[in-house]
């Protein structure tokens, strides 16, 4: 499974992007779908997630009600609109998939096997 993530960029506070994330050859059924992100000389937190049978959704604390993610089951992108960005939001972001992430682990980003390269998201003015 290939991740291809893209659409980040400079923005201003209060601006809005939307983060891609492609899967080659194949669709995101079944597999749980994620966001995660970096800052510098911080740890990767996670983002969002849909679980595998794409029924829930789930955020982290800090981007709830900014962030959304779409897309997934049966498409072949996955998306995360960042709306009211914050100089914080400000890191690199990862999308990662999985079949075997089970609904207690899908927070945790030891339990992905596959992940896209990157995509930077700097929040400046």
């Known amino acids: 499974v290939q991740l291809q993530a893209s659409g980040g960029g400079l923005v201003q506070p209060g601006g809005s992007l939307r983060l891609s994330c492609a899967v080659s050859?194949?669709?995101?059924?079944?597999?749980?779908v994620a966001w995660f992100r970096q800052a510098p000389g911080k740890e990767r937190e996670f983002v969002a997630a849909f679980s595998r049978s794409g029924g829930t959704t789930y955020y982290a604390d800090s981007v709830k009600g900014r962030f959304t993610m779409t897309g997934g089951n049966a498409k072949t992108m996955v998306y995360l609109q960042m709306n009211s960005l914050k100089p914080e939001d400000t890191a690199v972001y990862y999308c990662?998939?999985?079949?075997?992430?089970?609904?207690?682990?899908?927070?945790?980003?030891?339990?992905?096997?596959?992940w896209g390269q990157g995509t930077l998201v700097t929040v400046s003015s």
């Open positions: 050859g194949r669709t995101f059924r079944n597999y749980a």
């Open positions: 990662a998939a999985d079949r075997g992430v089970i609904t207690s682990m899908i927070r945790q980003g030891d339990g992905y096997d596959y």
